[in-house]
């Protein structure tokens, strides 16, 4: 399974990148996304995969799926949400004020290659 | 701190008091409280020669640094006094000229101020015995130089002139200290003392030739030695007290210092040696040669420093000589004491010169030779005065150019007579060089008393000239003086101040016991090469209209000036082209060095280190979770094709919630419950913004990047497949987690382990987290409501203050 894992965020990953290098600032915001969750689930994966039982205390188990990523996880999901809230609204302002939302047009000068 | 720590650094404890005195008090002229200083240095000195005399050494000690070795070590010998003399010697007469020399128009403070501090940094570099020490003096001479030259600096002229001495000579400042510092590595001590007594290891060792050349950058560059030379022309744009005292007496002599403190050093070495007879040789000639086609007084003069500089430099490199060779021992002794007594000589000759062409820049307002003429009879004490010292650059009698000059080309044609094996065919040149060299010093020497005093009267002066003030005229005169008595009685330098310098370039206690004498007889060979000298530059001189046209083969472009103006716009222009091609401005290519970078370092790692996976411990598959993945891979294919903005956040919004059943397939419910929130939200954001967004929403890219792209997020995602494969089957630690699960309910009294983590064990976290919350939730109110920059705003003035 973990391969399997592996390969998807991979993926995602290479995915984002493509996405990022495009000229259209809200398929940039759509790879950070993108980014976000193949990392999550990187972080998952590299805790090892369906190892034991929920995280949550029973005095008939002993055996519990790492708890320590999925915090990081859940920590790293909020702070991923705020920054692309933030980046979100941000381009929505830029495209307000200057009335462009391609990249390249930013710079003020046009593309000569 | 001892009496002779004070004495060097009075000076500049001086300019501080100076500096407040100007401020306050302006009745009296700021020159005459400067006064005092250099001529209680100069007695101070004075008292000194005896001690020096008899072969005592004065060393003193302060500690400055002693954990790096950096001390202020004091160490006074014959050498360093001569220098410690003649810096605040002529330091003393060049201030008594200036107050005639500069009015009080100009910005004293900042002059007297500049000025003592150089002369602390000249006392500083002659005086020391620490390298390192030596080096920190050293560029205080090329700051307070700088600074000096560009005294006016609400000219072009000044300020380039200013910048290129400061670029040439820091840069050889740079790589000598290089030099001391492989010095360093090979002996072990900063101490110049210490590293004499190390002399064996210095021979042996293979970093030698590097610390030499290093060490040669820092003198040549200093001395205006060729190529470095070009700095010195263009220094000519400082007041005239300044190139008197920095630009002929004192600073271009520290080169020659350095040179003469490391002879007992590297005399050994060939490279050494040849490099300054040759370099010293070459300079002199071609620098004479140059100084006939100038115009100005002053770059004449600059030319002629260049040139005498490289006379002394050829004499100590001819010293040197005896020492590499053991070949005519007694002989090349003459040419360290020649050295030593041509150094007194052209700073008391060329100081004087220099203030005579101040006096006569001052009196008529020029100093071009085309211009002036015809002043014998309107300034007979300038006249005077130049005639004596310039027929003593000439080199005739009975001045004492005559006896330095004599004793030069005895040492260069005694040459003939030595074996150098090797160089034995070629050098009958190097007495013809120096012959040719001494010729054309000569005849500029002759030209610039012509120039000035004899011919026409132009009239074509922009005032009208009349003798200078007695103020400006007692230091050239002073000068003049010692000239004609150094002339006539040589020998009260002899016993007193040459030996000892010789001896301690020549690293000897045995007493050289010199005698000068201004004749000494017919079968002496420089005594006909002098004759030869002035009949073959009388003659040139003659018919100098017949032979000036060679000048005009020496073109701009072939100059070094060219070379050096031209290679500093280039390094300019060059290094704006470099950043303007990778600084485009345009986010995708900083991404594509981002990720770029990470590739190559990616796969650089992975070719060291080898790969190594392990398929082994991998957890079963589901049929629900190959459902799941075949959904995230077509989500993701689907928004890297589709046109549509919607269908790409529907898309994105679809790899969210597959990520939540994806952590309930992998038991983590919290993450489940959060992913699925924060989706929702996520989606419900960008499907707000989507009404507000272009109609269009992809710009397309050319093939060409379109590629580009592809291959980046293609060895992106390889790459981080690669090293999370690896990174799993590398597992060198049991997780840390076994404490968490064995102490949740124990120590935090919960069962949530996860929850327990976030707020208890790893609290931290989650309060900047909420942070970062918050301030993003703060930022997006802002964005939304400051509306400040708004162009059809009543208030043009707010909205122009938010522009900035």
């Known amino acids: 399974m973990e391969l399997i894992t592996i390969i998807i965020s991979g993926i995602l990953i290479g995915s984002s990148v493509y996405l990022m290098l495009s000229k259209s600032l809200i398929r940039i915001i759509i790879g950070t996304a993108l980014l976000s969750h193949g990392v999550h689930l990187m972080l998952l994966t590299m805790g090892e995969l369906k190892r034991g039982n929920v995280p949550v205390l029973d005095p008939e188990v002993s055996n519990y799926t790492d708890p320590l990523p999925q915090a990081m996880i859940l920590t790293a999901i909020v702070i991923a949400f705020a920054l692309t809230a933030f980046i979100l609204v941000l381009a929505l302002r830029m495209y307000k004020e200057i009335g462009t939302d391609n990249v390249e047009e930013m710079k003020g000068v046009p593309h000569d290659d | ?804």
């Not at chain 2, 070590?73 to 000229?97: Q, R, T």
């Not at chain 2, 790899?655 to 939540?660: P, T």
């Open chain 2, 1 to 804: 701190m001892t009496l002779i720590h004070l004495a060097i650094l009075l000076p500049v404890i001086a300019a501080i008091g100076i500096g407040v005195l100007y401020r306050y008090y302006r009745r009296i002229h700021l020159g005459w409280f400067v006064l005092p200083v250099p001529l209680l240095i100069v007695i101070y000195l004075f008292t000194l020669i005896p001690r020096v005399m008899n072969g005592q050494v004065i060393y003193e000690t302060m500690q400055f640094m002693p954990r790096i070795g950096m001390n202020f070590d004091v160490y006074i010998d014959g050498l360093g006094l001569l220098f410690a003399i003649l810096i605040s010697g002529i330091g003393a007469l060049v201030v008594l000229y200036s107050i005639g020399y500069l009015s009080t128009k100009e910005n004293l403070g900042n002059f007297y101020v500049y000025l003592l501090m150089f002369m602390t940094a000249m006392l500083g570099i002659v005086l020391n015995d620490n390298v390192v020490m030596l080096y920190l003096f050293w560029e205080l001479t090329s700051i307070s130089s700088f600074l000096l030259i560009a005294f006016w600096n609400t000219r072009d002229r000044s300020l380039y002139g200013a910048l290129k001495s400061m670029i040439i000579t820091m840069f050889g400042g740079f790589l000598m200290l290089g030099g001391f510092i492989t010095l360093y590595l090979i002996t072990d001590t900063f101490s110049i003392r210490g590293m004499i007594d190390a002399l064996p290891m210095i021979q042996e060792s293979p970093l030698t030739p590097f610390a030499i050349v290093l060490i040669l950058f820092g003198a040549f560059t200093k001395s205006a030695q060729f190529p470095f030379y070009i700095w010195l022309p263009d220094a000519m744009e400082a007041p005239t007290p300044v190139s008197a005292y920095l630009h002929s007496a004192t600073m271009v002599k520290a080169g020659i210092y350095l040179v003469a403190r490391f002879t007992p050093l590297f005399a050994f070495s060939n490279l050494w040696v040849w490099t300054i007879l040759i370099v010293g040789l070459f300079t002199m000639t071609w620098a004479s040669f140059n100084a006939i086609r100038k115009d100005d007084l002053k770059a004449v003069l600059a030319f002629s420093t260049v040139s005498q500089l490289g006379l002394i430099m050829s004499l100590l490199g001819l010293g040197a000589l005896s020492l590499a060779t053991g070949a005519n021992d007694e002989l090349f002794t003459v040419a360290v004491v020649a050295a030593v007594f041509h150094t007194i000589n052209h700073a008391t000759f060329k100081g004087a010169l220099f203030m005579i062409t101040g006096i006569v820049d001052h009196e008529t307002g020029t100093r071009s030779m085309k211009r002036l003429g015809g002043l014998l009879t309107i300034m007979p004490i300038s006249f005077t005065m130049t005639v004596i010292t310039a027929l003593s650059m000439a080199g005739l009698p009975p001045f004492n150019g005559f006896l330095s000059k004599e004793l030069f080309l005895e040492a260069m044609i005694t040459v003939l007579n030595a074996d150098f094996g090797a160089m034995a065919s070629v050098d009958f040149l190097i007495p013809l060089v120096a012959i040719v060299g001494s010729i054309f010093t000569f005849i500029y020497s002759i030209l610039i008393i012509y120039g000035i005093f004899f011919g026409e009267r132009t009239h074509n002066t922009p005032k009208e000239p009349h003798e200078a003030p007695a103020l400006m005229l007692i230091s050239p005169a002073i000068l003049s003086l010692l000239v004609i008595v150094f002339g006539l009685f040589p020998n009260i330098l002899s016993a007193t101040i040459i030996d000892p310098a010789a001896m301690s370039i020549m690293a000897s206690d045995a007493p050289l016991g010199t005698h000068l004498a201004m004749w000494h007889g017919f079968a002496n060979p420089a005594l006909w090469a002098t004759i030869a000298i002035v009949i073959i530059g009388s003659v040139m001189f003659y018919f100098k209209d017949k032979w000036m046209f060679i000048y005009d083969y020496h073109k701009e472009a072939f100059t070094l000036n060219y070379l050096y103006d031209q290679g500093l716009m280039y390094s300019r222009i060059g290094s704006q082209k470099i950043t303007d091609g990778y600084m485009t401005g345009y986010i995708r290519n900083y991404l594509v060095y981002i990720f770029g970078f990470f590739i190559l370092m990616g796969l650089i790692t992975l070719m060291n280190t080898g790969l190594h996976m392990d398929f082994s411990n991998f957890a079963s598959v589901g049929i629900q979770e190959v459902i799941l993945s075949l959904i995230v891979l077509i989500a993701t294919a689907v928004i890297l094709i589709t046109r549509s903005r919607m269908v790409a956040i529907i898309m994105l919004g679809s790899i969210g919630f597959s990520m939540a059943l994806f952590f309930v397939f992998f038991r983590a419910p919290d993450l489940a419950l959060t992913q699925l929130a924060i989706e929702t939200v996520t989606t419900a954001l960008f499907l707000v913004c989507f009404y507000h967004l272009p109609k269009k929403s992809r710009h397309e890219e050319r093939m060409r990047f379109k590629f580009t792209n592809f291959i980046i997020s293609l060895g992106v995602g390889v790459l981080a497949i690669v090293i999370g494969l690896s990174a799993f089957s590398n597992r060198l630690f049991e997780p840390i987690s076994e404490f968490h699960i064995e102490n949740v309910y124990d120590l935090a009294a919960g069962g949530n382990m996860v929850n327990v983590i976030l707020v208890d064990f790893r609290g931290f976290d989650t309060l900047f987290e909420t942070f970062v919350f918050a301030i993003a939730g703060i930022g997006i109110y802002g964005l939304m409501k400051l509306k400040l920059k708004r162009k059809d705003e009543d208030n043009e003035e707010h909205a122009e203050e938010s522009r900035i």
